[in-house]
Structures are given as structure tokens and as C-alpha cells.
């Protein structure tokens, strides 16, 4: 459930546009930053058109999640389908290992330690932010052992 106390199941549609397009222009001969750019960009007007299309019906319940179920359907059939961009089920091998500002990350031991550095730093930006943000209901659970569950939350749709 996210922040807004919806379920979605498209997401991973989202996350796979981010990476054929990060992989497509790194095969392209583009560096790592237009990638990565270039990626957001394409994910942020995707995303914008996607969440028009869930949220166009009720904007919650049950059409909500199917709307979002289907989306990432659709996005996962055409990625698995269209072989010229995405190599369907093969996938895209990127030809050369990523050397972000400019560090070269072909040695395994400094590959190791460039991920162990982007883990930590997730790790930190997770505590600072306060750890995972709790839902409406795991942080009304004291009052539902009380009986003081309110209504409206306790119907859907």
C-alpha cells in the first residue's frame, strides 16, 4: 500500500521503461548521466500517463488496482513483444560495466565497493527519513484492538 493508501500493481511496468531506456542509450553510445536522464524523463511522462488512466474511474478500490494490474500487463507485453527494442525475453545486455563519474567499475573488487557505498547511502537515507512509512492501518492498530476502528475506513470502494 502506498503513501496515499492505494494498492497499485503496476509499478514494475515502470522500473522496466526506466531500465530498456537507460540500457538502450548506454548500448548507444551515450554516457551515464544522458542515460539516466534520459530514463527519468521517459519514466516521469509514463508515469503522468498512467496514473491519468487509473485515476480517471473512482480513483480507489477495486478498478483502481485492476486499471494498474492491466497497465503493467500491457507494458510487460510490449517489452516482451517488441524484439527490435527490447530483445523480448532475452532482455538488453549492456556491453560494458557502468563507470559513473567517471570510476571505473570493470575490477570486481571495485564493483563490490561501488555497491556497498549506494547501499549505505540508501540504508542512511532510509533512517534519516525515518524508516518505512507506516499505513493508515498498522498505525490505527491500538484502536482497532479497542473497537474504535472508524467506519469509513473499514469499507472499500
Given at each position: 500500500m502506498g503513501y496515499a493508501g492505494l494498492v497499485t500493481l503496476g509499478h514494475a511496468g515502470l522500473l522496466g521503461i526506466a531500465a530498456y531506456t537507460a540500457a538502450r542509450l548506454?548500448?548507444?553510445g551515450h554516457g551515464h548521466t544522458a542515460a539516466v536522464?534520459?530514463?527519468l524523463a521517459?519514466?516521469?511522462a509514463a508515469a503522468a500517463l498512467f496514473a491519468t488512466l487509473a485515476?480517471?474511474?473512482s480513483g480507489s478500490g477495486i478498478g483502481f488496482v485492476m486499471i494498474t494490474l492491466a497497465i503493467g500487463q500491457i507494458v510487460w507485453g510490449v517489452a516482451y513483444r517488441w524484439i527490435s527494442i527490447t530483445n523480448?525475453?532475452?532482455g538488453i545486455s549492456v556491453s560494458s560495466r557502468p563507470s559513473p563519474l567517471g570510476l571505473s567499475l570493470t575490477a570486481p573488487a571495485h564493483f563490490y565497493w561501488a555497491t556497498l557505498v549506494v547501499f549505505l547511502g540508501a540504508l542512511g537515507s532510509i533512517a534519516i527519513a525515518g524508516g518505512p512509512r507506516r499505513s493508515a492501518r498498522a498505525s490505527a492498530a491500538p484502536a482497532i484492538s479497542r473497537g474504535a476502528?472508524?467506519?469509513s475506513a473499514?469499507?472499500?470502494g
Open positions: 548506454l548500448n548507444g536522464t534520459a530514463a521517459l519514466t516521469l485515476l480517471r474511474g523480448g525475453d532475452n476502528w472508524p467506519r473499514t469499507t472499500s
